[in-house]
């Protein structure tokens, strides 16, 4: 039976990865700084523990056949873009990475696979809302608009350097927005759909929900379950990356509040405020994705909200019953 671990199984994606490759029939051990927080532990053995120690790094790729580096730093935009986290942003995921893939190199692991994101895409293809540029080969001359996104340019280089060096096979992935059930939802790190999930779930009738900024700017999101089949694939086909994991079904923030809303039921209007928003537009480019996997996305963004929506109305739901 394969062996593979998942950094970051604590976290959103990573818990579900996690079910998803016991059900393939691997064996899975996980690490993170923290079990989720939601009930989504399944792997075969967990080691609680921090990918910045190296001697943890050591530890835990040990008889491993196959990594999946998840484990960031990372937040929504009220994380990301305020400048606030950068130092512990950069010097966190940096560390985690340079450890693992350290690690993995000294003790003969074949494969790993490394989660980057379309945060590290040129702010000057992101300014018109309607026409984004995301297309993989855009990436440089590089200027993403955030310390994560340069983050993770850093290191989609340095998982390249140990191809190139040592033979190690590599699989990147820059994921566009993911969301769905048992993602973060409250507290300050949690991204653009749980957000707005959760605030159209605290409502009442003839409330008004706030939007950062002018609401005109623009994003795809992508199901968890879809980006774990994408990842899945990628990890079984032969191409490197980096390459786009996302949604091409473009909306604007304020018509995406609006989804909230009608699934909601409820009446509401939206206030949009100032607030951090990134770039002004960003969908993702799947030409690549298709031609590399012979595969896409095809689930509607409506029809993951309204999972979404129902798994944060019940969340909220509970923690209003325990306040
Ligand atoms: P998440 O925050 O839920 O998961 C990341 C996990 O990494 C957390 O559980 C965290 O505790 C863990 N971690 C952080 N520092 C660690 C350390 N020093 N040692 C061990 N574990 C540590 O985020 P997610 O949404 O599941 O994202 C997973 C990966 O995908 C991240 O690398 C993220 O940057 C990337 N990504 C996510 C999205 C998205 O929309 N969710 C978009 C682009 C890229």
Redesign the pocket.
């Known amino acids: 039976m394969k062996k593979v671990l998942v950094?970051?199984a604590?976290?959103?994606?990573?818990g579900h990865l996690v079910n998803k490759l016991k059900s393939l029939g691997f064996w899975v051990r996980g690490?993170?700084?923290?079990e989720n927080e939601y009930g989504n532990n399944n792997s075969n053995e967990f080691i609680l523990?921090?990918?910045?120690d190296p001697i943890i790094a050591s530890k835990v790729v040990q008889d491993i056949d196959e990594i999946y580096q998840?484990?960031?730093?990372?937040?929504g935009a009220g994380y990301i873009f305020t400048g606030e986290h950068d130092a512990d942003v950069m010097n966190?995921s940096a560390?985690?990475n340079l450890n693992i893939l350290g690690a993995a190199q000294k003790s003969g692991v074949k494969k790993i696979f490394y989660?980057?994101?379309?945060?590290m895409y040129p702010e000057y293809n992101q300014m018109d809302p309607n026409n984004p540029k995301c297309s993989e080969d855009s990436a440089y001359p590089a200027n993403p608009d955030s310390e994560y996104g340069w983050e993770?340019l850093f290191s989609e280089r340095l998982y390249l350097s140990y191809h190139r060096n040592y033979g190690m096979e590599v699989r990147i992935a820059r994921?566009?927005?993911?969301?769905g059930p048992q993602?973060?939802w409250n507290g300050g790190?949690e991204?653009a759909p749980a957000a707005m999930c959760r605030k159209v779930a605290e409502a009442k009738d003839g409330d008004a929900i706030e939007v950062w900024g002018d609401g005109k700017q623009t994003r795809s999101f992508l199901y968890i379950d879809e980006c774990v089949e994408a990842v899945i694939r990628l990890m079984d086909s032969d191409f490197t990356g980096p390459v786009n994991i996302g949604s091409e079904e473009m909306i604007s923030i304020n018509d995406f509040a609006n989804m909230a809303i009608a699934i909601s039921g409820k009446n509401l209007t939206i206030k949009n405020i100032p607030g951090p928003t990134g770039v002004r537009g960003r969908n993702s480019d799947n030409k690549l994705l298709k031609e590399k996997l012979n595969w896409e996305p095809t689930m509607s963004l409506l029809e993951g909200m309204k999972l979404t929506f129902e798994w944060i109305n019940t969340q909220v739901k509970k923690h209003e019953s325990v306040f």
């Open positions: 950094c970051g604590g976290g959103f994606i990573g690490v993170d700084l923290k523990g921090d990918l910045r998840l484990a960031a730093d990372m937040g966190n560390l985690c989660s980057s994101s379309a945060c993770k994921f566009h927005n993911i969301f993602g973060t790190k991204k």
